[in-house]
C-alpha cells in the first residue's frame, strides 16, 4: 500500500503542507495539493511515502 503526502520541495530539504497529513489516495493527495497551490505562490507536491520521492511517469 502507498501512503501520499502534500509537500513543497526545494533541492535537499522537503515541507510538508495541509499539516502533515498522510493520504492513502492519490486522488485524494492530489486534490488537496490542487488547492494548496490555487491559494499559495510556493508549488506544492504530491511524493509516495518510501522515500518521499515523485511516482513514476510524473
Known sequence: MKVYIVA???STY???VCDGKLFKMKSAA???CDRY???HP???K???AD???LEDGE
Do not use: E, R, S, Y
Open 8 to 10: 513543497i520541495t526545494d
Open 14 to 16: 522537503m515541507f510538508p
Open 30 to 32: 492530489q486534490k488537496a
Open 37 to 39: 497551490n490555487g491559494t
Open 42 to 44: 510556493n508549488k506544492a
Open 46 to 48: 504530491v511524493l509516495v
Open 51 to 53: 522515500n518521499w520521492h
